[in-house]
T-cell receptor
Framework: GNSVTQMEGPVTLSEEAFLTINCTYTATGYPSLFWYVQYPGEGLQLLLKATKADDKGSNKGFEATYRKETTSFHLEKGSVQVSDSAVYFCALNTGGFKTIFGAGTRLFVKA | DVKVTQSSRYLVKRTGEKVFLECVQDMDHENMFWYRQDPGLGLRLIYFSYDVKMKEKGDIPEGYSVSREKKERFSLILESASTNQTSMYLC????????????FGSGTRLTVV
């Protein structure tokens, strides 16, 4: 079946460090891929998305590239800030109603 | 700014009570969803609706029902609340194009005592 695997957290970084959160997926066909972010006490917000192979989604300095050959959609940011501390979810949709979410990766950024 | 609004941020209910969680979206989205989020279990889909009066079970529908009488409103009902339904409940909506992603509400943290 379809699934999403994210790196386990928490990830702890100093401000201005480079961030990578790994995400790999298993899916039939050509899924759409998403990253969502959840700040403490809030719901999830769509951060970025990509709908076909080699697409790059980007928003607020975050980027992720849809790599079909490695079935990956890793999230990157060149210089993290304390305000980026949150839980990040990778997700996929294969065209049906259901979206499959990863378990989430908690990021802590220290000043 | 487009929005999904959940009626309560925090709720405390007693075991056996009937509980209503309300969700309203102002984006004219066809699809609406209810998830629960628990530590270590991630997001689990309870029910979804693809149109007015239409509903489908998700992965964990037991103990829940839903109602969608108007396009903008999707209600989750706990028929007889139990302590194992203590959780964060998240409502989301989406356009028909599944490549566009969800818009989530801020969540309702429900405690059943």
């Amino acid at each position: 079946g379809n699934s999403v695997t994210q790196m386990e957290g928490p990830v702890t970084l100093s401000e201005e460090a480079f961030l990578t959160i790994n995400c790999t997926y298993t899916a039939t066909g050509y899924p759409s891929l998403f990253w969502y972010v959840q700040y403490p006490g809030e719901g999830l917000q769509l951060l970025l998305k990509a709908t076909k192979a080699d697409d790059k989604g980007s928003n607020k300095g975050f980027e992720a590239t849809y790599r079909k050959e490695t079935t990956s959609f890793h999230l990157e940011k060149g210089s993290v800030q304390v305000s980026d501390s949150a839980v990040y979810f990778c997700a996929l949709n294969t065209g049906g109603f259901k979206t499959i979410f990863g378990a989430g990766t908690r990021l802590f950024v220290k000043a | 700014d487009v929005k999904v609004t959940q009626s309560s941020r925090y709720l405390v209910k007693r075991t056996g009570e009937k509980v209503f969680l309300e969700c309203v979206q102002d984006m004219d989205h066809e699809n609406m969803f209810w998830y629960r989020q628990d530590p270590g279990l991630g997001l689990r889909l309870i029910y979804f609706s693809y149109d007015v009066k239409m509903k489908e079970k998700g992965d964990i529908p037991e103990g829940y029902s839903v109602s969608r009488e108007k396009k903008e409103r999707f209600s989750l009902i706990l028929e007889s609340a139990s302590t194992n339904q203590t959780s964060m409940y998240l409502c989301a909506s989406r356009e028909r194009d599944r490549g566009l992603g969800y818009t989530f509400g801020s969540g309702t943290r429900l405690t059943v005592v």
